[in-house]
């Protein structure tokens, strides 16, 4: 029997580590990690996942995106047939986006986010914020990796103006019920996550490693 090949996309800004702690056996899996890549002046979020599908080297993939990933991998799977499409602290359609980003596209306030920020991750480090605060930015330091201002600008702006009103019923949507990005009040039909915050890859990595295999073979 063939191994079934299975795709990890990052969420916005975050490299593939944040997958270091997720192990899939590998008699029956063949894990591949992607990167983001920046994007080409103008490029579409449509564009810019047709070409992230030309890194795909096997036929009938399994695509794994997390929060922006999981906008990414569903756009991929218009370009090629993926045998299943799994997001992780995502959204399905902008219809489960939450109320702060349905004005931010109203009133343009993305554009006003300085993304500079981001890129000074380390610096943001140096002062204190309380424990939980520094906790997350050292989280960060490590796996937010992506810090092209051309990247993120382009990132936030995708995101947000993100033009899906229909849902793919066959993409499988695992949530947090303590998300504060993408809150489980907006989100329709998922197999939710005790706990979970939007960072549960890197906390509930277990849950993950015993779940993922029945999820991906069902």
Not at 63 to 85: D, P, Y
Not at 186 to 207: A, E, F, R
């Amino acid at each position: 029997m063939s191994k079934i090949p299975v795709y990890f996309m990052p969420g916005l800004a975050a490299c593939s580590s944040i997958f270091e702690r997720i192990v899939l056996p590998e008699s029956d899996f063949e894990m591949v990690l992607l990167e983001w890549e920046i994007p080409l002046d103008n490029e579409t979020l449509a564009e810019y996942a047709k070409r992230i599908t030309q890194k795909i080297t096997h036929f009938n993939p399994v695509l794994i995106g997390v929060s922006f990933g999981g906008i990414l991998v569903q756009e991929m799977a218009r370009f090629i047939n993926a045998r299943k499409v799994i997001i992780i602290s995502s959204v399905k359609s902008n219809l489960e986006f939450p109320t702060a980003f349905k004005v931010a596209k109203t009133t343009k306030a993305y554009k006003l986010i300085p993304t500079t920020l981001f890129a000074n991750v380390e610096n943001l480090s140096k002062f204190s914020f309380g424990s939980k605060i520094n906790q997350r930015l050292k989280l960060y330091e490590k796996f937010l990796r992506v810090r092209d201002k051309r990247y993120l600008d382009w990132a936030v702006e995708q995101v947000i103006l993100w033009n899906r009103t229909v849902v793919d019923e066959s993409v499988i949507h695992i949530h947090g019920d303590a998300d504060d990005v993408f809150p489980i009040k907006n989100i329709q039909n998922c197999i939710v996550i005790k706990g979970g915050t939007h960072v549960m890859i890197l906390t509930k990595y277990k849950w993950f490693n015993e779940n993922l295999p029945k999820i991906i073979t069902e």
